[in-house]
C-alpha cells in the first residue's frame, strides 16, 4: 500500500463532521491548510464556501492534491514555515495532525502569524500520546518515554503537544474559544483492533523502526511485534488522546 493509500485510508476514522462547525460560515472565506496532505479536508473546506490554499512539505502528496482538481482550492510544495504567497491576509489556518511536528511551537505560531489576519482562527487537530497504549511491559513503556524525549531534543516530533500548544498560544495573546477531545477509531479504542487497522499500525511500525533501531539498537528490537499484539489484545485500552483547539489570533490595539 502506497503513502497515499495509506492516508486516504485514515479519513473514515477521524470525525471532522464534529469539528467544522465550530469553523462558522464559510462561505467567501479564505482558509490555509498547513500540512494539507493528500488534500481531504482542503475538499472538504471547499465543499463548505472556503477558498483554500493548501501547503505540504510531500511533493507527491501536493501532486496528488492538484490531481483532484477540487473547486477553489489551489496546492504549493513549501515548507509551511516559510511559505512563498502573494501577500493576502487569510480568515483562518486549519492544520491537521501538523502541530506536533513542530516541537517549538512558537515556530509554527509565527508562521500563522505572517499569513493570518488580526482576529482570524486557528484550528489545530492533534493527537497526544501516540503509542499510549495497554497492556505493555513496563520495559517497552520506558522505551516509548526515551523516544518521546528524543524526538524533542532532535526536534523531529512532539508526542504529548496539548500542553505546550495550550502554553504558547496563551503566552501570545491568542484566546482558545473551544478546546475538545474527539473520538477517534484509530488511535482511541478499546478492544481488539479489527484486521485493517492493524495492517495500518504495521505500516506505520515499519517505517518508524529504522528510527528505533538507529537511537535504541537492540533495547529497540521487537518493539513492533509487541506493540501489534497489544493492540490485538481483547484486554487493550488506548491512554491517547485527540484533541481539537480554536484559537484567535489577538486583534491589534
Known amino acids: 500500500m502506497s503513502l497515499i493509500e495509506n492516508y486516504a485510508r485514515q479519513y473514515s476514522w477521524r470525525r471532522w463532521s464534529d469539528v467544522y462547525p465550530y469553523l462558522g460560515d464559510l462561505a467567501g472565506t479564505h482558509v490555509v491548510d498547513l500540512g494539507c496532505g493528500i488534500g481531504d479536508q482542503a ?24 490531481s483532484r482538481k477540487i473547486p477553489r482550492a489551489r496546492f504549493i510544495w513549501d515548507d509551511i514555515t516559510d511559505i512563498e504567497h502573494d501577500g493576502l491576509k487569510y480568515d483562518g489556518v486549519w492544520a491537521s495532525f501538523t502541530a506536533a511536528y513542530f516541537p517549538r511551537f512558537d515556530v509554527f505560531v509565527g508562521a500563522v502569524d505572517q499569513l493570518l489576519k488580526p482576529g482570524g482562527w486557528l484550528a489545530i487537530t492533534e493527537v497526544d500520546d501516540l503509542f499510549g497504549h495497554e497492556p505493555l511491559d513496563a520495559r517497552w513503556s520506558a522505551l516509548i518515554e526515551r523516544y518521546y524525549a528524543r524526538s524533542i531534543e532532535e526536534g523531529i516530533y512532539r508526542f504529548r503537544s496539548y500542553a505546550h500548544v495550550g502554553e504558547v498560544l496563551s503566552g501570545r495573546g491568542w484566546r482558545i474559544d473551544v478546546d475538545r477531545r474527539l473520538d477517534d477509531d484509530e488511535f482511541c479504542f478499546a478492544g481488539a483492533a479489527s484486521a485493517e487497522m492493524l495492517a495500518h499500525w504495521k505500516a506505520r511500525l515499519g517505517l518508524m523502526m529504522p528510527r528505533f533501531l538507529e537511537r535504541f539498537g537492540d533495547d529497540a528490537r521487537d518493539f513492533d511485534s509487541v506493540f501489534l499484539e497489544c493492540l490485538a489484545s481483547r484486554d487493550h485500552l488506548s491512554r491517547s488522546r485527540v484533541w481539537f483547539n480554536l484559537a484567535r489570533k489577538p486583534v491589534a490595539a
Open 43 to 66: 475538499r472538504d473546506l471547499s465543499r463548505l464556501g472556503a477558498h483554500v490554499f493548501g501547503v505540504d512539505g510531500n511533493q507527491d502528496f501536493i501532486e496528488h492534491a492538484k
